[in-house]
C-alpha cells in the first residue's frame, strides 16, 4: 500500500512540475548559462566522455552545452534508452551523428556501435534538493546506470532551471545522489 501511495505522489508531482517547466522555461531559457558554469567540472576528463543528452519537452536547453564540448574537443557520448530492460547506454555523439525519436519521442544515436563509459554525465530531472536527489520522469533509467556503474567514479551533474529546486522530493531506496546541480544560473555541489 506505502508503495502505491508513493507511485501515486509522484505521478501527482511530476505532473506539476512538467507543467510548471512549460509555464516558466520561457524567460529561465534566455539567461541559460550552463555551458559557462559546466567549466570547473571539465578540468579533469582528458580524454573521458561526457554524457550528455538531447533536451526534450521543456527541458533546460543543451545545445549550447554540447556545442561548446564540440568546439572544445570534449568527447561527447547520448544515451540510448532500451524500454524493455529498463537500460540506457551511452554511444558516441559528434556533429554528424544521426539522431532519431525513441518511443518518448527523445532523441538519441541512431548507430550503436560501440559502448561508451562517461567520466561525468548530464542528468535531466524535474526537481532536484540541495541533497542531490532528484525527481526525474519515473522511468528509472539513470538510477540503473548509475548502481551498476558504481566501482566507476562517474561525475553525476543534475540538469534544470534554479526555478526545478524542491525543498522535498520523494525518495526511495534505488534513487541514486547527483553530486553537482547545474542551472542556467550556477552549479553547486550537493550536499
Known amino acids: 500500500m506505502i508503495n502505491s501511495e508513493r ?3 509522484k505521478k501527482i508531482i511530476r505532473k506539476f512540475l512538467i507543467n510548471r517547466r512549460k509555464q516558466l522555461s520561457g524567460d529561465y531559457e534566455k539567461k ?14 582528458n580524454s573521458d566522455y561526457v554524457g550528455s543528452y538531447v ?4 527541458e533546460l536547453s543543451t545545445n549550447s552545452l554540447n556545442k561548446y564540448l564540440i568546439e572544445k574537443n570534449i568527447n561527447i557520448c547520448l544515451p540510448k534508452i532500451n524500454s524493455q ?10 556533429t554528424g551523428t544521426k539522431l532519431i525519436k525513441n518511443k518518448y519521442n527523445i532523441l538519441e544515436p541512431e ?10 554525465v548530464l542528468v535531466p530531472l524535474l526537481a532536484f534538493n540541495e541533497s542531490g536527489f532528484r525527481l526525474g520522469y519515473g522511468g528509472g533509467f539513470y538510477d540503473k546506470f548509475f ?3 558504481e566501482e566507476k567514479d562517474i561525475i ?18 534505488h534513487d541514486q545522489k547527483l553530486d553537482w546541480i547545474l542551472t542556467e544560473s550556477y552549479l553547486y555541489k550537493a550536499i
Request: hydrophobic letters at 40%.
Open 156 to 173: 553525476k551533474v543534475g540538469l534544470g532551471f534554479s526555478f526545478q529546486k524542491a525543498n522535498q522530493i520523494p525518495i526511495e531506496s
Open 85 to 94: 530492460s529498463k537500460e540506457i547506454n551511452f554511444f558516441k555523439f559528434s
Open 32 to 45: 541559460n548559462m550552463s555551458h559557462v558554469h559546466l567549466r570547473p567540472l571539465l578540468n579533469n576528463i
Open 111 to 120: 548507430v550503436t556501435n560501440e559502448i561508451i563509459f562517461p567520466k561525468l
Open 55 to 58: 533536451d526534450y519537452n521543456f
Open 147 to 149: 548502481s551498476s556503474q
Open 7 to 9: 507511485h501515486l505522489e
